[in-house]
């Protein structure tokens, strides 16, 4: 059973381009969250999707945008880069009905803005 | 707005020595407390929880508290060993009212085992 899939695994875009990252939830999960985590610190929520729809936010500028298709997979968005973008990004699935199961994190994007 | 505190930032400790990480909250709403560890290059898996209902719960060598009227929720491993070693989030979550909620995580503890 493969469980949370992230693409792709290492990224270097330079200031001001758009980038954007890709995740498929484990089999059976139907809520994606995202996650940005700098180096040496724990992880910031910025966005979680359900049935397709942004549910709730962290607090993100409107720079960083998502989406979420019909089979679960979503996708993060970050226009107009910038250096202190650079960080891991990570995709969490779970299933829906709250924190009944806990969340299933991917090895994450390393984005390197430059 | 919702913060998760963690102590200490790192821990040193010889095999075979027990381990704790204390963690404090401040939304009072927040019924979850999961704690996820991290190993390098991979992402945090989840090692145990705990609900606002129950005190404590152990699973093996790890053991989790929560004292919900203080705010503060901690994690025990005992008899520790090299594998140990990784980084350690707390984290809080109001999740279950909803379908859907978020998770806050603290800053982390770099836990290190002295074989």
């Known amino acids: 059973d493969a469980g949370v899939t992230q693409s792709p695994t290492h990224l270097i875009k330079t200031r001001g381009q758009q980038v954007t990252l890709r995740c498929s939830p484990k089999s059976g999960h139907d809520t994606v969250s995202w996650y940005q985590q700098a180096l040496g610190q724990g992880p910031q929520f910025i966005f979680q999707y359900y049935e397709e729809e942004e549910r709730q936010r962290g607090n993100f500028p409107d720079r960083f945008s998502g989406h979420q298709f019909p089979n679960y997979s979503s996708e993060l968005n970050v226009n107009a880069l910038l250096l202190g973008d650079s960080a891991l990004y990570l995709c969490a699935s779970s299933l829906s009905g709250g924190q009944r199961y806990g969340y299933t994190f991917g090895s994450g994007t390393r984005l390197t803005v430059v | 707005g919702e913060n998760v505190e963690q102590h200490p930032s790192t821990l040193s400790v010889q095999e075979g020595d027990s381990a704790v990480i204390k963690c404090t909250y401040s939304?009072?709403?927040?019924?979850?407390f999961p704690w996820y560890k991290q190993e390098l290059g991979k992402g945090p898996q989840l090692i145990i929880d705990?609900?606002?209902?129950?005190g404590e719960k152990k699973d093996q060598r790890i053991a989790v508290t929560l004292n919900k009227t203080a705010k503060h929720f901690s994690l025990h491993i005992t008899e520790t060993q090299p594998e140990d070693s990784a980084v350690y989030f707390c984290?809080?979550?109001?999740?279950?009212?909803?379908?859907?909620?978020?998770?806050?995580f603290g800053p982390g503890t770099s836990l290190s085992v002295i074989p």
């Open positions: 984290a809080a979550s109001n999740g279950g009212k909803t379908s859907y909620d978020k998770v806050i």
């Open positions: 939304d009072s709403a927040s019924n979850y």
């Open positions: 705990i609900r606002s209902n129950v």
